[in-house]
């Protein structure tokens, strides 16, 4: 196969949509001669929101360790190879073709999925090339997650709120009680989730495997110290150490419990304090991108994949610090179908701003048409485009230089628009 032989049999197998289980990812890594447990000291993080984040944070602190470390992340906003990195740097794209030749009898005879076939690839490639840290992010969920075959070593909750209710379940609990099976018997386990009930679910399952458990704000303590676009400076004490002022190139002072969950698995794996504070200042060496991203700056242009509710509260939050600074604000945004958009879309509103609605480059696509009468029937006012670079090239003809432009709700749409150059 070609790369692009291989993505042309890769991407079809979204027919598939999501199976959850772990039989078929099985039977592809056992013709690799199982993979997954040749993935050095391995990091497994799930969570609704904060999971790349935090695995950004750890990848840059063991690689500035002289760590030979994989990061598996998804999805992807531009190229494939943006999935599957080792030490920042993404997969060749003949060693896709090979893995995806090597699997794809297989996953045609099981009808695997895609991002099934795609964590085989993930791990073959980071097994053969003797990794020694991986950062495993899940898909969605947990139990019955693909990523899922890992024995961890640390299990990394970042926290839960409600999404993909149908497949993960309608309550808190039920939808930590399918994260925290993550956990395994040898795990030490990492959390940020503060919800009494979907903590409980988290403490069942680690007092099941007998794994010891560190909670953020409870095992550390933060204090934000600064909060600006593009940078957040904050105070961080934990066991081990203190941390008088910790830098990260990230927008938002909800990042103070990613960036502690962080450093609190990395003092544990033996990184010294200087790796971690170096690491963390070069996170976006790992390819980290459009998580409330300040692209540009007249006006001030933000780049943003949240899609749901938690998430969106989280960014509106972020901005309302920075809200004064600004004369107008414009959102673009395109939403999936399986969004609760009538949630998201009131969340924003707080942003006293303008919309412009677009459909996303998927066949899930929720019609700017009627995300534009959502728009609406919530008292916001509402400019429907056919896509996202018509509503871009449509808001930057509007917008003056002391005005702010949020892009959110996808990563279909950021990624087509940095694929268009943005």
Not at 55 to 60: K, P, V
Not at 240 to 261: C, D, E, R, V
């Amino acid at each position: 196969m070609t790369y692009q032989e291989a993505l042309d049999f890769l991407y079809p197998l979204h027919r598939f949509g999501i199976k959850p289980g772990l039989d078929r990812v099985c039977s592809l890594l056992d013709l690799h001669g199982s993979p997954q447990k040749r993935l050095g000291v391995v990091v497994h993080i799930a969570g609704t929101n904060g999971k790349g984040s935090v695995a950004a944070a750890l990848a840059s602190i063991f690689q500035a360790s002289g760590k030979k470390c994989a990061l598996y992340t998804s999805p992807h906003l531009v190229d494939f190879t943006e999935r599957i990195r080792i030490n920042g740097r993404q997969i060749p794209r003949e060693r896709v073709a090979y893995y995806c030749s090597c699997f794809s009898d297989a996953v045609i005879a099981s009808k695997a999925t895609f991002f099934e076939a795609t964590t085989a690839i993930a791990f073959a490639w980071f097994a053969d090339e003797g990794v020694e840290v991986s950062i495993i992010e899940t898909g969605m969920g947990g139990r019955l997650d693909a990523t899922n075959v890992v024995d961890s070593d640390y299990a990394v909750i970042t926290s839960i709120g409600l999404d993909h209710t149908d497949w993960l379940g309608k309550t808190l609990a039920l939808i930590a009680a399918e994260k925290a099976a993550i956990i395994k018997k040898g795990s030490k386990v990492f959390s940020a989730v503060s919800q009494p009930e979907a903590q409980h679910e988290i403490d069942l399952m680690a007092k099941r495997c007998n794994a010891p458990l560190f909670v953020a704000g409870k095992d550390s303590a933060c204090r934000l110290m600064s909060v600006e676009p593009g940078m957040v400076a904050l105070e961080l004490t934990t066991t081990f150490h203190y941390y008088p002022s910790l830098k990260a190139p990230l927008t938002g002072s909800f990042h103070a419990s990613n960036i502690s969950l962080a450093v609190m698995v990395a003092e544990n794996a033996g990184i010294a304090p200087e790796h971690i504070t170096s690491g963390l200042e070069g996170l976006l060496q790992t390819g980290y991108r459009a998580r409330l991203e300040l692209i540009g700056r007249h006006p001030a242009l933000f780049l943003d994949v949240s899609h749901n509710p938690d998430g969106m509260r989280e960014t509106v939050n972020a901005l309302c610090l920075f809200r004064h600074n600004y004369r107008r604000v414009h959102v673009l945004i395109g939403l999936a179908s399986d969004k609760d958009a009538r949630a998201i879309i009131r969340e924003i509103l707080r942003l006293d701003c303008t919309f412009v609605l677009v459909n996303i480059p998927s066949e899930r696509s929720v019609p700017a048409e009627t995300l534009g009468s959502l728009c609406r029937e919530e008292g916001g006012e509402a400019t429907v485009c056919a896509a996202g670079r018509e509503g871009l090239a449509y808001l930057l003809g509007q917008a003056t230089d002391d005005d702010m432009i949020l892009v959110t709700g996808s990563f279909y749409l950021a990624g087509d628009l940095l694929a268009a150059g943005l």
